[in-house]
Nanobody, 125 residues
Framework: QVQLMESGGASVQAGGSLTLSCVGG????????MAWFRQAPGKEREGVAV???????YYTESVKGRFTVSQRLIKDTLTLQMNNLNPDDTGMYYC???????????????????WGQGTQVTVSS
């Protein structure tokens, strides 16, 4: 199994920035698609950003131009750089991993096999 752990969540004011990180403890010789999801109270879990092969990226429309997902080439650490945060970005952010690198729908949660515990991001206006 893959073990994932997120960190970096905090409370910030609108316009601020945060960087989330996710480290994995699984087999690094396997290929994984890695992603960030978030869930606000009363809302469905939403795919935020995906990275495949450390290069190809997918973002939900609301974060394009503001968030950047990246992955260390050697250590395989997932990072989400979040800029120009607004209150709609508030939620629990989860790191997720899926086996392989050819997901049909990279931003859909049922494509993923492993999940972290989440890290809370709160943005106040």
């Amino acid at each position: 199994q893959v073990q994932l752990m997120e960190s970096g969540g905090a409370s910030v004011q609108a316009g601020g920035s945060l960087t989330l990180s996710c480290v994995g403890g699984g087999d690094r010789e396997e290929t994984y698609t890695m992603a960030w999801f978030r869930q606000a109270p009363g809302k469905e879990r939403e795919g935020v950003a995906v990275i495949i092969g450390g290069v190809k990226r997918y973002y939900t429309e609301s974060v394009k131009g503001r968030f950047t997902v990246s992955q260390r080439l050697i250590k395989d650490t997932l990072t989400l750089q979040m800029n120009n945060l607004n209150p709609d970005d508030t939620g629990m952010y989860y790191c997720a991993a899926a086996r392989g690198g050819s997901l049909i729908r990279p931003l859909q949660d049922d494509e993923y096999d492993y999940w972290g515990q989440g890290t809370q991001v709160t943005v106040s206006s």
